[in-house]
Each structure stands twice: as structure tokens, then as C-alpha cells.
């Protein structure tokens, strides 16, 4: 394998490797409102422009990662965690072959507003996600 090859190898398998959601730009903003169009497909006045500020924030406090399989046993399960199938009843839980890839934090009732770190173990995976709690505002 040539060094060009190998360069181009490792410029698409190390981003994978990080935070999925701790993007910026206009690549974190696209995914977050199409995420947004998924889970509130029949109610759309939930996916406008004036909530999606609020849901990039919420994503950007959401890691994925992979976890040994006996310590993950000691949180809850993903699947304990509703889903907001109200304005999308056709959305379920994490499929048995999970990918980091395309799970969609915003189709679960987590509470981002909870002071401490959350974490849940995806079901039959060996992935964790980490709900980390809002930075604290700076009292003036």
C-alpha cells in the first residue's frame, strides 16, 4: 500500500473514532435538524429554526463510546429510556446492530437538564452513551 492510500485511510478512520456528536459547523447543524425532522415528523413546529439551537446544545453534551462489557453492566439500558414517538410513531429503539453513526439522541426523553452525568448501556452493543450535564453560568 502506498503512502497515499494509507494517508487517505487514516484521514477517514480517525474522526469515526471520536465524538460523533461533538462536531461544529454546518455538518453538526444539518445533522442535528435532520434528527430533529425524524422524531417530530407529523409536528414540524418542533423542528423550526427557533428549537434547533436548543437540541444542537443538547447533542453537544451527548458521547458515545465503546465500554468494557462487565463495567457497562452497571448502568440502566438504553431501552428503560422512552421515546418521544408522538410525532413519529414509527421510530424505535436502537436495532440490534448498533451504529455510533446514526443514533438519534434526540428520539429519547433524556434529561438534559440534570445536574450530574447520565449514563445508559445500548443494548446489545458495547457502547455507552454519556449524557454530560450543561456547564454552569457564571453568576455576574
Not at 48 to 54: K, S
Not at 58 to 77: C, G, H, I, N, T
Request: hydrophobic residues 40%.
Amino acid at each position: 500500500m502506498n503512502k497515499k492510500k494509507i494517508l487517505l485511510l487514516i484521514a477517514l478512520i480517525v474522526p469515526a473514532l471520536g465524538n460523533v456528536f461533538a462536531q461544529d459547523g454546518n455538518y453538526f447543524k444539518a445533522k442535528t435538524r435532520t434528527y430533529a425532522n425524524e422524531v417530530f415528523q407529523n409536528c414540524m413546529m418542533y423542528a423550526t429554526d427557533q428549537y434547533i439551537p436548543t437540541y444542537e446544545e443538547w447533542m453537544s453534551r451527548v458521547e458515545v463510546k465503546k465500554a468494557d462489557k462487565a463495567a457497562s453492566q452497571a448502568f440502566p439500558a438504553l431501552s428503560t429510556v422512552s421515546i418521544k414517538e408522538k410525532c413519529n410513531n414509527s421510530l424505535l429503539n436502537e436495532p440490534k446492530k448498533f451504529t455510533v453513526e446514526q443514533f438519534n439522541p434526540l428520539k429519547y426523553f433524556f434529561d438534559f437538564y440534570s445536574k450530574k452525568e447520565i449514563t445508559y448501556r445500548i443494548d446489545n452493543s458495547d457502547y455507552i452513551v454519556i449524557i454530560h450535564p450543561a456547564a454552569a453560568k457564571a453568576v455576574k
